[in-house]
């Protein structure tokens, strides 16, 4: 009789601790770890976000990305990458997968699910690192902000989007799109009187924000669609 062939369960591995796999638990702002360490993991977001940050050999800081939950970070190690190029601390309370590197390289060598979910992980952000870049080039800061905030919603992802973004600061976001604080303030106010968010300690992204991206002409002649 032949055996019967066993599916392999990425959500269940992802899901739990094992041989090489620890699920560890983070307050915001605790570092998950830091630039110049030891590259010996991969890690996967179960719960949470997590910002990415580099500091150049002059000490200024620079955020490269926010991860939220079900992505990986840290996939570096897989490469001929020894040390951190980056430092990872947690922006909200987070929850995490430490996936050692032998774990990780086993699973995508034996498992062709798995495999092919890591991959389009991979191509997902470097496609988005690629529109980063086009946003930094070509865009008004305006428009950046407005497509960060959409990001950070989860907006054109396949999940619901969250709508609600964790508490994060205007020097985050600043940072983030390569603006000044006061700039992102101005924004941010200009976007609360349209209707395309709500701002009061926390920030709630409405579908509306895509306006900002998808036309040319100034937000404040689309504040009528953005009431209906």
Request: overall charge positive; proline content about 3%.
């Given at each position: 009789?032949?055996?019967?062939?066993?599916?392999?369960?990425?959500?269940?591995?992802?899901?739990?601790?094992?041989?090489?796999?620890?699920?560890?638990?983070?307050?915001?702002?605790?570092?998950?770890?830091?630039?110049?360490?030891?590259?010996?993991?991969?890690?996967?977001?179960?719960?949470?976000?997590?910002?990415?940050?580099?500091?150049?050999?002059?000490?200024?800081?620079?955020?490269v990305t926010i991860v939220g939950s079900g992505e990986f970070f840290g996939e570096g190690c897989l490469t001929a990458q020894r040390r951190r190029m980056s430092?990872?601390?947690?922006?909200?309370?987070?929850?995490?997968?430490?996936?050692?590197?032998?774990?990780?390289?086993?699973?995508?060598?034996?498992?062709?699910?798995?495999?092919?979910?890591?991959?389009?992980?991979?191509?997902?952000?470097?496609?988005?690192?690629?529109?980063?870049?086009?946003?930094?080039?070509?865009?008004?800061?305006?428009?950046?902000?407005?497509?960060?905030?959409?990001?950070?919603?989860?907006?054109?992802?396949?999940?619901?989007?969250?709508?609600?973004?964790a508490k994060i600061s205007q020097e985050t976001l600043a940072e983030m799109i390569g603006t000044t604080r006061s700039r992102v303030s101005f924004f941010m106010?200009?976007?609360?009187?349209?209707?395309?968010?709500?701002?009061?300690?926390?920030?709630?992204?409405?579908?509306?924000?895509?306006?900002?991206?998808?036309?040319?002409?100034?937000?404040?002649?689309?504040?009528?669609?953005?009431?209906?």
């Open positions: 009789m032949a055996r019967k062939k066993v599916t392999f369960d990425t959500k269940a591995f992802l899901g739990q601790e094992g041989k090489g796999r620890r699920i560890a638990k983070y307050r915001k702002d605790q570092v998950i770890f830091g630039q110049g360490d030891a590259a010996d993991a991969v890690f996967y977001v179960q719960d949470g976000k997590v910002k990415l940050t580099v500091v150049s050999p002059q000490g200024k800081e620079a955020v430092t990872v601390k947690a922006l909200t309370p987070c929850t995490i997968l430490r996936l050692e590197k032998a774990a990780i390289s086993d699973v995508i060598d034996k498992q062709p699910s798995f495999s092919q979910m890591f991959i389009d992980h991979l191509l997902t952000r470097t496609i988005r690192v690629e529109a980063d870049l086009v946003d930094q080039l070509f865009n008004s800061s305006e428009k950046r902000l407005a497509r960060l905030l959409l990001l950070l919603a989860n907006y054109g992802k396949d999940q619901k989007p969250d709508r609600i973004i106010n200009k976007f609360r009187r349209l209707g395309f968010i709500e701002y009061n300690g926390h920030i709630e992204v409405h579908g509306s924000l895509m306006n900002v991206i998808l036309h040319e002409e100034s937000p404040d002649r689309m504040s009528n669609s953005a009431q209906r």
